[in-house]
């Protein structure tokens, strides 16, 4: 059956059907594949909050962690029609599920080092059928970890908790964006109906995540209409909790026979179900129900079945639940199972308890109930023993769970959110509940050990009553100030010290003490009773229950993990007054030194801990651009999101005037220090440092533009090109359209070669599209050898190439400008047009035919044969020697284009192309230079004036570029192979004797050359790390490409998208791969 087809069978199924409920209800897409959840550790403990205090190995299992979160080898395992029947042959399965194609990974966060439950942040999620994507929609912010519980069953081969655990979440997809296609509007058209919200509702289950296998985890989930209604995180109308069925007795061969099983308990969990009584049909969401065997299989418990419970008699309906048939619909469609069912059951199930059971005699004690005989002769069982029973009533957040609050004294200068309404929804049976009391009361408990000051945030009414929609709303005011500095009852580490032999070792870690609940409740706790640990901000949770009155339910504890339910969490924070002039050592420094010590991560971007790198210009830019955002971003700062308001103003504030302190207001320089002492000895690189060219050692280099000097250089050009003429690559298509010697002699020597002359626009169009892919070969260049430098260590180098990166960035997008401006069509996303290494042929355009071009570590041999070689002038008294002298330099490359375009005159240019150029980014002032928007030859020719200055230098034998004040690129890579500053002297020389320009052969990665997905082994650690790198250069080279295709505001994306290149390739880097070599940055177009 055709997609088209199922899709309009969708649309008229709805014609005639009023959308009742949520996921659940037909139609519906099933998925299940893989997840990868990047988790950080060093965020896990309080303990690491003091940057002083040692981390401590079991924090190291993943300190390089990025928080990031994904969806990896996911795709449609089944597709429900509008009746709820599962279409068999739809063409649709199989297709792929993806998220945050266009964009950075989605970041997991725990709302609080106390309490690890983990939300998403910026997930976009979507639908991609042959190449085309069906829709994309945000992820709703929701615990994903809501319904959490030990899944995995008599596991003793899986140690670590994470490994055990299973969990569920639901949420929306806001901001849906359709496909255009016919095939795509009828499904859509189901999100609109009456009841629908125009969003889509989403379940996923979550499993089988194992730290010892490279981070990755199994998921299943649901997507189907929306409704208007539809609340976060728990979904479904009714639910089921499990209940104990006594001890269960194994028969041998089962996993878990002649085990200690008492732990293990329960055997099953929450069950989300509805019943629609229009269609006599009973949906229930078993995926995170029941429970697994370690290798993810279901574990059997014996043949299970639905019944009702009516006056204390279970009445069953239905065959069994076939959850142990791997190949079943059950599977395939998430664990989602339909049944129709009598009317006889519908009327029953309108005021009682649905129930799954289990023959009483494969059990001992539990909840057991006689059974109504008569509805099958074939079951003979006298009792059953429940594993599974509605709960009464089913209350919880119809939105987000949690929220961050401030106190507000009144005197804030800035608007202070200081309370937070959540809206509870109540049902009972599937209907809403209408007047009744719902109470909310303070969650203290000896779990979270971090809880003063008591009742600084409480309800302003603890007791409500819902409204005929079953809604009730509670205010969560804080009423008091919040410390700045967490107090706990407990150390936080795992010292056993004595708070007063703590403080005279000057250590922060007092005395282990038992917990006393009594002292607490009371609120008798005093200094003595607790310490004080550098955690922003207090947790507060607060459960909530139908009735006058709440008792706290049990918590069960696996791990880190608090298997909490029913709860509304606040993270209070003081408003802490802060008085400008802000400073790094007062302010700033203590926040930023914290997060450095937390997010090992953050590194490979800059040291937030080092005044002197953080207040660089483009450091200072990004830093603004990230503490700007909305915290549902993905690269909001800090990614825990646990930063108080009013301390991101105060920090948003220093960054427009980054002074150090009230007394030192200028800049002090702290250089980072190199330290490679963490490298493995088998991983250091040869020592290239004493390698210097001959340039290097001159002391009087006259650099000028007199005709004698230009004759002795061109000239050389001039044999050169004889000698080399038998090896000319493809024909230039633009060349002798100039007025100097320089043009016409060397158009003379390659006409009698058979070259002729050819300026149209067509072929003006071709070159400035390899002008743009000439620019681009050179980012994966400069970039992998910049990634492989060791944190702090080589910095000027590093400097060095990052700004010619940013110019080279800035070329590309020049000469994409200038092409749209002719009314071409720039090509960047396209296996036929991005570049491969190594390569043979030179760079895109017949520019330096003939020179290899490789990745590799940085090395000054790489900068000097390869770097220096691409941007060298074709006329410098410092250049190669004539055996290796270039004929076709970028500089050439890019005069003949200018050139043409003085040739075709302004009548090539469209005016109206300027709103679809792209803008530059970065703001960096008088260090970068400037994207011209292209509307004439003047413009055309400024754009490319800089290009070629800021390669070569203003001119043939001028090494400067006159508007940033920096020396051209060749110069700056020959200052590196040099080690000194070129500077000018008296006599208007130059000499490579100023300033050295520190080189440390041992500061350096140790990569392999040209990674390559060919040469990378599936399922190793470099695998997973070189695919996440992968993913993230493709999504950069989309969203490039939408920016060159009228959308040119996506280019601050493809900026967000780079700095996400270099966390990835540094997590590449460093992990090791082969003897005495690390992982690298694979660049490939394609990996299957």
């Known amino acids: 059956m055709t997609y088209y087809l199922i899709l309009v069978l969708l649309h008229i199924a709805y014609e005639t059907k009023q959308i009742t409920g949520s996921y659940m209800d037909a139609p519906r897409i099933h998925f299940a594949g893989k997840f990868r959840a990047d988790v950080n550790t060093r965020n896990n403990r309080a303990c690491n909050f003091d940057p002083n205090n040692p981390l401590s190995e079991h924090d190291e299992w993943n300190f390089q962690g990025t928080s990031e979160w994904e969806f990896v080898d996911t795709v449609v395992t089944s597709v429900v029609d509008g009746n709820g029947e599962e279409i068999t042959d739809s063409s649709l399965l199989g297709a792929k599920i993806f998220s945050n194609e266009n964009r950075p990974f989605a970041k997991l966060v725990d709302i609080d080092v106390d309490f690890q439950v983990s939300s998403l942040y910026g997930l976009e999620l979507g639908l991609k059928y042959r190449g085309e994507n069906l829709f994309v929609g945000k992820w709703s912010t929701s615990v994903i970890v809501y319904d959490m519980w030990p899944k995995m069953k008599c596991t003793s081969e899986i140690t670590d908790p994470s490994g055990r655990m299973g969990a569920q979440s639901t949420t929306k997809l806001t901001d849906v964006v359709w496909s255009q296609s016919e095939t795509i509007k009828a499904l859509k058209a189901t ?442 971003d993905p690269n909001y700062m800090p990614q825990t999101r646990d930063l108080s308001p009013t301390k991101r103003l105060m920090i ?42 001959p340039r290097c050692l001159l002391k009087n280099i006259p650099f000028k533009s007199d005709p004698e000097t230009q004759d002795s250089y061109f000239n050389k050009v001039v044999n050169y090109a004889k000698l080399k003429a038998d090896a000319c690559h493809p024909p230039r298509p633009l060349f002798a359209l100039g007025f100097d010697k320089e043009d016409v002699k060397i158009a003379n020597i390659l006409k009698g070669y058979g070259y002729t002359p050819l300026c149209t626009v067509s072929a003006l169009q071709k070159q400035l599209q390899n002008a743009v892919l000439l620019e681009f070969y050179t980012l994966p260049l400069y970039l992998t050898s910049m990634y492989t430098i060791v944190e702090n260590c080589n910095t000027e180098a590093y400097q060095a190439i990052r700004d010619i990166v940013i110019q080279e960035m800035l070329h590309l997008v020049q000469s994409a400008n200038i092409l749209i401006s002719i009314g071409g069509q720039v090509i960047i996303d396209d296996p036929n047009y991005v570049p491969s290494y190594p390569s043979e042929d030179g760079l895109p355009g017949g520019v330096l035919p003939g020179l290899e071009i490789s990745l590799e570590r940085f090395n000054l041999r790489h900068v000097y044969d390869t770097m220096m070689a691409i941007e060298t002038p074709i006329l410098t008294y410092v250049a190669r020697p004539e055996r290796e002298f270039m004929l076709y330099t970028i500089g050439q490359f890019y005069k003949e284009i200018s050139v043409c375009i003085h040739y075709l005159g302004n009548d090539i240019f469209d005016a109206s192309t300027a709103e679809r150029q792209v803008r530059w980014p970065w703001t960096e002032p008088g260090s970068v230079g400037t994207v011209h928007v292209v509307t004439d030859v003047a413009s055309a020719k400024h754009g490319i004036a800089q290009i070629v200055e800021q390669g070569e230098g203003e001119g043939p034998l001028i090494p400067n570029q006159v508007a940033t004040g920096q020396y051209g690129h060749f110069y700056r890579f020959e200052e590196i192979v040099c080690q000194r500053r070129l500077v000018q002297k008296d006599d208007n020389s130059y000499a490579y004797d100023g300033a050295p320009i520190d080189y440390n052969p041992s500061g350096v990665y140790a990569m392999r050359d040209n990674p390559s997905s060919d040469t990378i082994v599936f399922g190793t650690d470099c695998h997973r790390e070189a695919k996440a790198f992968h993913r993230t250069y493709r999504s950069f080279l989309r969203v490039l490409q939408e920016a060159f295709d009228g959308q040119p505001d996506k280019i601050h994306k493809s900026v967000e998208l780079m700095e996400a290149l270099q966390v990835h390739a540094k997590r590449c880097i460093w992990t090791p791969y082969g003897p005495g070599n690390t992982c690298g940055p694979v660049w490939d177009y394609e990996w299957e």
């Open 191 to 632: 999100t609109e109906r009456q009841g629908a919200s125009g969003e889509l509702a989403v379940s996923i289950s979550i499993d089988l995540y194992r730290v010892d296998v490279f981070l990755f985890g199994r998921v299943s989930g649901t997507i189907g209409a929306a409704m208007t209604d539809e609340p976060l995180n728990v979904g479904g109308e009714r639910r089921m909790e499990p209940v104990d069925p006594g001890a269960l007795n194994f028969p041998s061969g089962h996993p878990c026979y002649g085990l200690n099983v008492d732990d293990e308990k329960p055997w099953t969990y929450g069950t989300p179900f509805k019943v629609d009584s229009t269609q006599n049909v009973l949906i229930a969401d078993l995926s995170n129900t029941l429970p697994r065997q370690q290798n993810g299989d279901p574990l059997d418990l014996g043949t299970l079945y639905f019944g009702v419970l009516v006056d204390g008699v279970v009445k069953p309906f239905g065959e069994s639940i076939p959850y142990t048939d791997l190949d079943g619909a059950l599977w395939r469609q998430s664990g989602v199972i339909r049944r129709s069912i009598g009317a006889d059951v519908v009327s029953d199930l309108e005021n009682s308890k649905l129930v799954v059971f289990i023959d009483s005699d494969l059990t001992t004690g539990g909840n057991t109930y006689p059974v109504k005989k008569t509805f099958s002769s074939q079951r003979s069982m006298e009792m059953v023993s429940l594993v599974l029973q509605e709960i009464e009533y089913f209350v919880r957040p119809k939105d987000y769970y949690m929220d961050r609050l401030e106190y507000s004294s009144g005197s804030e200068r800035h608007p202070v959110k200081s309370t937070s309404d959540f809206t509870l929804l109540v049902t009972q049976f599937g209907r809403p509940v209408n007047n009744t009391h719902v109470t909310m009361i303070d969650s203290y408990n000896e779990a979270l050990q971090s809880v003063l000051p008591l009742g600084a945030v409480s309800p302003v009414e603890s007791t409500k009553t819902t409204d005929s929609h079953g809604h009730v709303t509670f205010t969560l005011a804080v009423n008091q100030p919040i410390p700045e500095a967490r107090h706990y009852v407990k150390s936080p580490c795992v010292d056993d010290i004595h708070p007063q032999e703590a403080r005279k070792h000057g250590k922060l870690t007092p005395l282990r003490r038992e917990f006393d609940p009594n002292l607490f409740l009371k609120g008798s706790l005093k200094d003595e009773h607790f310490v004080s640990w550098p955690v922003d901000g207090q947790l507060y949770n607060f459960y909530y229950c139908v009735g006058d009155k709440c008792t706290l339910p049990d918590i069960k504890v696996v791990g880190p993990f608090f298997l909490y339910k029913a709860l509304i969490s606040i993270l209070a924070f003081s408003t802490v007054s802060y008085e400008a002039p802000y400073t790094w050592e007062d302010h700033v420094q203590p926040i930023f030194e914290q997060a450095h010590h937390l997010h090992y991560i953050m590194r490979t971007v800059l040291d937030l801990s080092n005044f002197t790198e953080v207040t660089l210009p483009h450091n200072i830019e990004l830093l603004k651009k990230v503490f700007h955002k909305p915290i549902t």
């Open 652 to 693: 948003l504030a220093w960054l427009d005037d980054p002074i150090y302190s009230r007394v030192l207001k200028k800049h002090i320089h702290d250089a980072p220090v190199c330290d490679t002492s963490s490298l493995p000895p088998k991983m250091r690189l040869p020592d290239f440092s004493h390698f210097r060219p």
